[in-house]
């Protein structure tokens, strides 16, 4: 296979366009920490069902 | 080698391409409203969650904007408005418009339900249903009142910003959602006055196109007087007070004062000076629902200042 050496134009639009897509996944991933955090910090219940015994959530229902 | 060459004739889209689907414009519009909706509810909310929450809201609008451009792409090759929008100049697919909005309609949906709760991302998801199915697929090309019902999917942001903040549907939501509802045939007419060519090459039945100007402009004049009351309501509401009264007061009276200069005018006058009372209604239009809207942001301040006039009547 004959490689690449001298980036095209399109290689050019390519990185910006894949370039601002990680930029968002990445503030999307800071977002959702962001967001966890706050909900743990205001005493939100972050746990659900699981398929096994949960005391907590056992103890809210009483 | 034939993958290069072929996509060299398709014109690789740049990252603004897949922006513009998400109609920035409308996109503002639905920020500041459903921040407003937000803000002056009487519950607080986390700076951050309110942050996201928006966000999120903002991406549920883009996301039923990308939808209406993938479905209208036709239409919008035609009009001079439209011709440069992303599909339509040949820059993004219209597949790839159609699969943009459906993910980003169900992460927008799902990350506003486990960011604030379920009931704002229901409203979420009926308005990207309403502007989709029901305005762009159903209305817009079939009726004349396609603007009167389709305004309902723009007036919902403040009452899902409400209900993000409270969780629930009130009065003050369903007002600040009327006011919204019932300033948009106004401000599209307006528009449709001076932009008739367009819709009428496109087949789009605009009211003008179906019932001629002189009728666009009698209804025109007949919402602008049935929109009038809804400030009135809200300036007497739990959100309301003086500031709010005032403004509505002044901006109700250049309001209708503009939809009677525009009901006097025949299309003979309005050719004679190339639209210009009507492209200024339309003007005043948006400063009409940006001031109401900052109107009731001042007074949510000012409460929260501790400077609301106490005997300020609440009457709803």
Redesign the interface.
């Known amino acids: 296979m004959m490689a690449i050496n001298k980036p095209?134009e399109?290689h050019q639009?390519?990185f910006?366009?894949n370039l601002?897509?990680g930029l968002i996944l990445g503030g999307f991933v800071v977002?959702v920490f962001?967001?966890t955090m706050?909900k743990i910090s205001?005493g939100q219940k972050m746990e659900a069902f699981d398929h096994v015994v949960r005391p907590s959530l056992v103890e809210e229902a009483k | 080698m034939s993958e290069l060459s072929a996509a060299k004739q398709v014109e690789e889209a740049e990252f603004g391409d897949y922006f513009a689907l998400l109609k920035p414009r409308v996109m503002s519009l639905v920020v500041f409203t459903a921040a407003v909706g937000l803000l002056v509810a009487p519950v607080p909310v986390h700076p951050l969650i309110a942050m996201a929450s928006i966000l999120f809201i903002a991406i549920g609008g883009g996301a039923s904007g990308a939808l209406n451009m993938w479905w209208d792409s036709d239409i919008d090759l035609v009009m001079k408005r439209t011709r440069n929008r992303p599909i339509p100049s040949g820059r993004v697919s219209a597949n790839d418009a159609k699969l943009l909005g459906l993910w980003l309609s169900g992460a927008s949906v799902a990350m506003l339900g486990l960011t604030a709760n379920w009931l704002a991302a229901g409203l979420l998801a009926f308005t990207i249903f309403f502007y989709v199915v029901i305005y762009s697929m159903w209305l817009k090309r079939s009726t004349p009142q396609n603007i009167v019902i389709g305004g309902a999917a723009g007036a919902f942001p403040p009452m899902i910003g409400w209900a993000v903040a409270t969780g629930g549907i009130s009065i003050e939501s369903i007002m600040m959602f009327a006011l919204t509802f019932m300033w948009t045939p106004p401000h599209f007419w307006a528009l449709a006055l001076f932009m008739n060519d367009d819709y009428t090459k496109a087949g789009v039945p605009m009211l003008p196109v179906t019932h001629g100007t002189r009728e666009t402009r009698k209804q025109i004049l007949i919402y602008t007087l049935l929109l009038s009351p809804v400030g009135m309501i809200l300036a007497f509401s739990q959100i309301g007070g003086p500031v709010f009264f005032m403004m509505t007061l002044a901006l109700n009276a250049m309001f209708i004062t503009g939809a009677w200069r525009l009901y006097r005018r025949t299309e003979g006058m309005a050719k004679a000076d190339a639209f210009q009372a009507e492209r200024k209604f339309f003007r005043l239009s948006l400063l009409y629902l940006f001031a109401h809207f900052g109107g009731l942001l001042i007074e949510a301040g000012l409460r929260w200042a501790g400077l609301g006039l106490a005997g300020w009547p609440h009457l709803v």
């Open positions: 095209h399109l639009r390519r910006r366009r601002w897509v977002l962001g967001i706050v205001n």
